[in-house]
């Protein structure tokens, strides 16, 4: 596990010490990497190129180092991830012939690559980010894992090529600061988080996850390519979901097993919910010992769950680690969690994640997490709004349903951050759509389509935001399957998949998500759906493959999820700084929201009036990132 970074630079005069800016780049990720650095830089008439890693040691302590190259040198590669199948990649090359110097999963990568070129790509099971220079034909190669569990940025722009782990690490060393993106702002503004291939700037770029860049350092041409998948179609049409059942089982316990290799300690996140539970059941029967599980509780009861990760942790005869979060916590680590992100980020969850990743790392150096579960099973509430939608589309009139919902919002509105069945119901009425949008706009978290053109000027604002991904998945999504594949390429990569990243390197852990298995997803991409969503029951095949371990009833208990009373926080704790993110000098000055918009909705919040959590946090975190980023600090 590591952070990477790269420069190519086109023009032949005023070349810049690229082995300085490597360092820079290398100084703002050490905390992904603080065992050891590495180097690469080489030069023609025409480019040099470099490139540089930072190293969290995980497997293969002692010959791990990189970068790695060819046995003539004309090929080399930096990786950050983890190949869960390179062994077995390895003793298949073995058989060809092939001789290997280390014992690590980046040599298989760069060997694969010798004998196969991109073709290789495919064949890696796992979370990665890597590049690969190979000087025989003057290319460089940028890669990225089918879910995008390792993130990798870019910049393209006149005669520099630049690549980074984080987008801090760019920034750093190019000679402006970049304009925000109109579009990359009003995806945020929307979903709370900016999804691939997309970021906060102009002329930065996230690799979208399955993806590969390949630049011709020659003619200076960048080609974007889709990573073509080796499936199989080994899914009987006819498979009983009995057969389902067993096949989920093997899979997911082998999930487990490859995902628990590491020559350093391991244990895992224990939330108490269906996916964490299952992934620490079957980490603890595999291992056949004791396993080390870590969760978090929170002040506020109603937040609180650690109830449910001690039953499982009892029932596993875990060494069990708890802690409970109060609003100190957050105040003492609130600037270094958000800012981290180097983009607005507001997800809330983050906070509490990074807290159990801090906790955590000072016992293991790997954790698995119940991540994915609810994108490959079925698991999320979301998914019910399908069915939801069409019943009530079908009988209430259009014109009817604009009336009742702007009567709902006041009927249904809050006063504090409780989010019961008021705030849900309000939720659903504000996403019910007639034109086929509503799951758009269920994941829009933040703010609605109409509501963006009160609270954006309107040279900020960007009609159509979601069209680069309905073009991906279809512009009507409406069944489990398209749901499941948007929440892929958008709210997995650019939510979740950032948030656990981020945190957990923030703190050098290196966490892994056993759901996030591409066999795994590619088997229950093939079942009928009412396998993965019986009725009303969400993530019936995976509860049903692993019930008999747990008390009855346990696997079907509701989840609250790490969901944060920033809401309330808000109010209190941090309405000082809130207040300072509206002062109207300030937001002229910045000349991106409608002044008086954005002013009620705070100030109804403070107030009490109305409870504007998601948008006001939305906001919040927007703020801080802009005051750090673009004002002067003192």
């Not at 690799?207 to 020659?218: Q, R, S």
């Not at 009507?476 to 650019?494: P, Q, Y």
Request: glycine fraction near 6%.
């Amino acid at each position: 596990m590591c952070g990477i970074n790269g420069i190519i630079q086109f023009r032949r005069e005023k070349r810049t010490d690229l082995s300085k800016h490597l360092s820079k780049m290398n100084m703002e990720i050490f905390h992904r990497g603080p065992d050891e650095d590495g180097f690469f830089i080489h030069e023609t008439e025409d480019y040099q190129i470099g490139m540089a890693m930072r190293r969290l040691s995980i497997i293969d302590l002692n010959t791990g180092k990189q970068p790695i190259y060819s046995d003539d040198g004309s090929v080399c590669i930096v990786f950050n991830g983890e190949i869960y199948n390179y062994k077995v990649l390895k003793n298949n090359l073995t058989e060809q012939g092939v001789k290997f110097s280390t014992t690590s999963d980046t040599e298989v990568i760069l060997r694969l690559y010798e004998r196969y070129g991109t073709d290789a790509f495919p064949k890696l099971d796992g979370m990665f980010a890597f590049s690969i220079y190979d000087s025989n034909i003057e290319k460089l190669f940028i890669a990225r894992d089918f879910f995008g569990e390792k993130p990798l940025y870019y910049f393209h722009k006149k005669d520099n090529f630049i690549w980074a782990s984080e987008l801090k690490s760019i920034t750093k060393i190019i000679s402006e600061k970049p304009s925000i993106s109109v579009h990359g702002l009003n995806l945020y503004f929307r979903l709370t988080y900016i999804p691939a291939p997309f970021t906060i700037y102009e002329d930065i770029n996230k690799l979208e996850a399955n993806h590969y860049l390949e630049i011709d350092c020659k003619t200076h041409t960048v080609n974007d390519h889709e990573i073509v998948q080796e499936f199989k179609n080994e899914v009987d049409p006819s498979l009983s979901f009995k057969e389902a059942v067993k096949k989920t089982h093997e899979l997911v316990n082998k999930s487990v097993l490859s995902r628990s290799m590491a020559d350093v300690p391991l244990g895992t996140f224990l939330s108490g919910g269906v996916d964490s539970s299952i992934v620490s059941l079957a980490l603890a029967r595999e291992k056949g010992g004791k396993i080390d599980t870590f969760s978090v509780g929170f002040e506020k009861k109603s937040f609180d769950e650690t109830d449910k990760s001690r039953t499982v942790a009892k029932l596993i005869n875990s060494n069990h680690h708890e802690f409970v979060i109060s609003v100190k916590d957050l105040k003492q680590n609130i600037d270094n969690i958000l800012l981290n992100f180097d983009e607005p980020f507001a997800d809330s969850s983050s906070l509490p994640t990074y807290l159990v990743a801090h906790k955590t790392r000072q016992n293991v150096k790997v954790a698995l997490t119940g991540d994915g579960g609810d994108e490959v099973f079925g698991g999320y509430n979301k998914y019910y709004i399908s069915k939801l939608n069409q019943r009530y589309s079908s009988v209430v009139p259009r014109g009817m349903h604009y009336r009742f919902r702007s009567l709902s919002n006041s009927l249904f509105s809050t006063k504090d951050d409780k989010r019961g069945i008021r705030f849900k119901i309000k939720r659903l009425l504000n996403a019910i759509n007639y034109e086929g949008d509503f799951y758009y706009n269920i994941i829009s978290l933040a703010y609605q389509e109409e509501e963006m053109k009160a609270l954006l000027k309107p040279s900020m604002q960007s009609p159509g935001v979601f069209n680069y991904y309905k073009d991906s998945v279809g512009h009507k999504a409406n069944s489990l399957t398209d749901f499941r594949n948007i929440d892929k390429i958008m709210s997995l990569e650019g939510d979740m998949l950032v948030k656990v990243d981020r945190t957990s390197m923030l703190t050098s852990l290196e966490s892994r998500a056993p759901f996030l298995n591409k066999e795994l997803w590619n088997f229950t991409m093939q079942l009928p759906e009412d396998y993965l969503m019986k009725g009303w029951d969400k993530k019936y095949l995976l509860k049903e493959s692993f019930k008999q371990y747990f008390p009855k009833g346990f696997l079907d208990k509701s989840k609250k999820g790490f969901g944060v009373p920033v809401g309330d926080w808000l109010r209190d704790d941090f309405s000082a700084e809130l207040k300072s993110y509206i002062e109207k000098d300030f937001l002229n000055q910045q000349n991106i929201f409608n002044v008086e918009e954005i002013t009620s909705l705070v100030k109804n919040h403070l107030s009490g009036k109305i409870d504007n959590t998601f948008r006001v946090w939305t906001f919040y975190c927007f703020q801080k990132w802009y005051k750090n980023t673009y004002l002067p600090q003192t």
